[in-house]
């Protein structure tokens, strides 16, 4: 079992930045890659960005050039730094984990809001 708990969203004008966190516990080490979801009002949820336990990085089109995705093993926590927002961005921010241990398991967090607005 893993439990997740995201943290640092909020309102932001356009423009602006974030720094979400997302904090890992429990069965830490079965841990293999660490995505970013996002799920705008009347949308679908979609991925923004995730990392591996190598350290390979990948980020949805959306948002490449923007927001930057970095792990800290020794904290277990992922970070999502948001920057130059826009209201598009605007969405409640998922953190999942992937799992691989005799079979696999997705694990998430309840979400933190982002709003941008001015």
């Known amino acids: 079992q893993v439990q997740l708990v995201e943290s640092g969203g909020g309102l932001v004008q356009p423009g602006g930045s974030l720094r979400l966190s997302c904090a890992a516990s429990g069965n830490i080490f079965s841990i293999d890659t660490m995505t970013w979801y996002r799920r705008a009002p009347g949308k679908e949820r979609e991925w923004v960005a995730f990392i591996t336990s190598g350290g390979s990085i990948t980020y949805a089109d959306s948002v490449k050039g923007r927001f930057t995705v970095s792990r800290n093993t020794a904290k277990n926590t992922m970070y999502l730094q948001m920057n130059s927002l826009k209201p598009e961005d605007t969405a409640v921010y998922y953190c999942?984990?992937?799992?691989?241990?005799?079979?696999?398991?997705?694990?998430w967090g309840p979400g933190t809001q982002v709003t941008v607005s001015s």
């Open positions: 999942n984990a992937f799992t691989v241990t005799l079979t696999t398991s997705n694990y």
